[in-house]
């Protein structure tokens, strides 16, 4: 593993243990030239995904961009990162278990506003929010309306 800090090719794994929901493994790493420690994850990968987007492009999936976008749905919200590593791994499992290669942005984004509705109302009105397009304040009421009469509240 390449050092971050000085792109040494050198670096001793210090501690190995796995991560809190058994999906990877977390590694401590000191680099042997200048001594700086960082940490790795290491992660099952079932499949190579490709992301069909709505404009027809096809680009590799990116778990750090899904990291990014929850947490950004998140920001400021009482929630644990062990608890988002948890859903983006969920997430990640069920996209790679659907057997398909291609997966369309559309699955994935409602993937995401599912794992965002049991975690965390707030974030999951924000996902809603960019994800849906939202333009006007009135488009925030008419969704949270509609999800209160599907969910019978």
């Known amino acids: 593993m390449r050092c971050p800090f000085c792109s040494n090719e050198d670096t001793q794994v210090k501690d190995s243990r796995p991560t809190e929901d058994g999906a ?3 590694r401590r790493r000191q680099c042997d030239k200048c001594g700086s420690r960082f940490t790795t994850f290491e ?3 079932l499949r190579e995904l490709v992301v069909l987007k709505r404009s027809g492009r096809r680009v590799p999936f990116d778990r750090d961009k899904l990291a990014r976008s929850l947490s950004i749905a998140l920001r400021k919200r009482p929630i644990e990162l062990d608890q988002i590593e948890q859903m983006i791994s969920g997430i990640v499992r069920k996209l790679e278990s659907q057997g398909e290669p291609e997966i369309t942005s559309e699955t994935i984004g409602e993937l995401v506003m599912e ?3 049991q ?3 707030v974030a999951y009105v924000r996902y809603a929010s960019v994800y849906r ?3 006007a304040p009135s488009d925030f009421a008419d969704f949270i309306a509609e999800t209160g009469k599907n969910k019978g509240e």
Do not use: C
């Open 43 to 45: 992660r099952v990968q």
């Open 24 to 26: 990877a493994i977390r």
């Open 115 to 117: 794992a965002l509705a």
């Open 133 to 135: 397009d939202f333009g």
């Open 119 to 121: 975690v965390d109302k």
